[in-house]
């Protein structure tokens, strides 16, 4: 099907259904164009909780789509295909979270919204890139089991000075984990005059060189403070802020930064999803009950 067909197709089915298009600032150009609400994690955490319409489809990885089926129960989440994996949340097993737990007993459990629901279910609180310093402050503890990604253990450690305990020690994001002190080099040479925004996934010695560390969201809030910007996460993220921002120049600090599980979700996907209602996301209540209070906990603090 040719794409201005699909996207009439897309527009008839999402009335049909009363659904709406909720896509990740990582995702397609294709698919971002008739997104509904586009976002960083936290923001569709939020965005999810008050859904005006009985079919949400999730153009993002799994963990996100969980959460937003974590947030509406009643309500039917469709995951474009099953793909859209995150490799970083399939690091952390709950197992890892229960021996940390024996090492702190009075440590609290704060996981990245990139993490499995099995594994939510085990935290005190949930975090993004965009809230985790701000939360982590908040909590009456100076020792803080973090999980899964290290690198943006480090960045809340050094934030806050509080001991930051990574659970897995191994746990990343094979995509940030791309960038290189190489790259920083390359985009000063290159682009003189532009500043760094670096993802706080990305390794410990490319935030040193950072003009700001920020999640996706704080991308797209900070970008008007320059006129030229090297952006240091997934290479989709040029094409949102490019949209948003046509007078201000934006350049991938490398074009290979692409996420797979993000990239899996096409017009045709989504599409056929909203056709055949699938794929419809679950999550056992016994597990979603428990999770829902560290989501919920993390959108009162943030």
Known sequence: MEREKLVEEIARLKEERNAIIMAH?????EVQDIADFLGDSLE???????VDADVIVFAGVD????TAKILNPGKTVLLPTRRATCAMAEMLRPEHIIEAKKKYPDAPVVLYVNSSAETKALADVTVTSANAVRVVEKLDSEVIIFGPDKNLAHYVAKQTGKKVIPVPEYGHCYVHRKFTLEDVERARRLYPNA??????????EVQE?????????GMIKRAPEWDEWVVFTEREMVYRLSKLYPNIRFHPAREDATCIGMKAITLNHIYESLKDMKYAVEVPERIAEKARKAIEKMLEMS
Not at 63 to 66: D, I
Not at 195 to 204: A, Q
């Open 25 to 29: 600032n990582y995702q397609l150009p």
């Open 209 to 217: 060189e950072a003009d700001v560390i920020v999640s996706t969201g």
């Open 195 to 204: 500043k760094l925004m670096v993802h706080p996934e990305c390794e410990p």
């Open 44 to 50: 569709l955490a939020r965005k999810a909780v008050n």
């Open 63 to 66: 963990f996100m789509a969980e």
